[in-house]
């Protein structure tokens, strides 16, 4: 009997095809309601999930007994319950590796953009406005020789620390272990507390993963820890920063600025944020390319048909 496999979201071809030859493949698109997914997913074998999928204690229920692998498209996984999934005997893989580069990217254009006032820039010029150039019009902050404080050092920090040093960035970074000494040397960077990071820091990147000791780890207090004249980026998880908070320090002009990928209830974004000129939003496209989305789709069916081939999954979460 062909076992089943129910995709709770778009995925390219390439990953698809992959399913298909591990099982029947049910696809189902669209802003899924909880019910809607738990409905979709009764007698499934295996659920490819995408990050704002919440995989519960209901959810892995309505699946029934005989569900086997749980396969996040995406290198977070705090929308799954892994110690519920793992309860049941069911496997939960994720992609890391595959969208470090796209993410250290964006980062970096998000850090361009506020510092550059890039996105207000735009704006001015599409509204149409009246404009002419001199000396003193929009001047940014230039990063050369300025000091990036990078929260959480796992593989996309240490991609955006690569790349903020070809800027002539100093870098310092707070991660939960600390590098060995010999890469820090190699990246040329130093641990700090995390309070010192925030405080010495002109520009600030989020890089940490989503738990119940890093939700809102930006919060009011941390927030007013960082320089008037420093910023914000976030492409980590929205519900690492305490979202009203930050509208209250922009509000006050505590800080520079602020650069979001994502947001603390996504889709929905705080609308004081979409009314700052000194605030850049984008819609969570840390690992938005084509390159990039399809080879996370491709780990997340073959983390799904070795499982249900009987093998060990190629990058399991461990509970």
Not at 46 to 71: C, F, R
Not at 168 to 176: C, I, T
Not at 297 to 314: F, Y
Request: glycine share 8%; hydrophobic share 45%; proline share 5%.
């Amino acid at each position: 009997m062909s076992k089943r496999i129910v995709v709770t979201g778009w995925l390219p071809e390439p990953a698809l095809d992959i399913l298909r030859q591990a099982g029947e493949v049910e696809v189902h698109q669209g802003q899924l309601a909880p019910e809607q997914v738990r409905d979709a997913v009764r007698g499934a074998h295996a659920v490819v999930s995408m990050v704002h999928i919440k995989v519960d204690q209901e959810l892995l229920a309505a699946a029934g007994p005989q569900l086997e692998v749980v396969a996040n498209v995406g290198v977070g996984y705090d929308n799954i319950d892994v110690a519920a999934a793992a309860a049941r005997g069911v496997t939960v893989t994720n992609t890391p590796g595959v969208l470090v580069d796209a993410t250290a990217d964006l980062t970096i254009g998000l850090m361009l953009m506020v510092t550059r006032r890039l996105g207000e820039g735009e704006r001015l010029l599409r509204a149409r406005r009246p404009w002419s150039f001199h000396l003193g019009f929009m001047l940014g902050t230039g990063l050369q020789h300025k000091t990036l404080g990078i929260v959480g050092m796992g593989r996309i920090g240490r991609a955006v620390c690569r790349r903020a040093r070809a800027f002539g960035m100093k870098v310092v970074y707070n991660s939960r272990r600390p590098l060995p000494e010999q890469l820090e040397a190699e990246l040329g960077v130093y641990h700090l507390p995390l309070d010192e990071l925030l405080s010495s820091s002109d520009v600030v990147s989020l890089h940490c993963p989503l738990t119940e000791q890093t939700h809102h780890l930006i919060d009011q207090r941390a927030l007013e820890l960082m320089k008037p004249s420093a910023f914000l980026v976030n492409t980590s998880r929205g519900a690492v920063v305490d979202e009203k908070a930050l509208v209250k320090v922009l509000q006050e002009r505590r800080i520079a600025g602020a650069a979001l990928d994502v947001f603390e209830r996504e889709p929905q974004v705080e609308p004081e944020l979409l009314e700052m000129d000194n605030v850049v939003v984008v819609p969570h496209l840390g690992s938005a390319t084509t390159e990039t989305r399809t080879s996370m789709a491709e780990l997340a069916a073959r983390n799904v048909a070795a499982v249900l081939s009987g093998d060990e999954p190629l990058t399991p979460v461990r509970a």
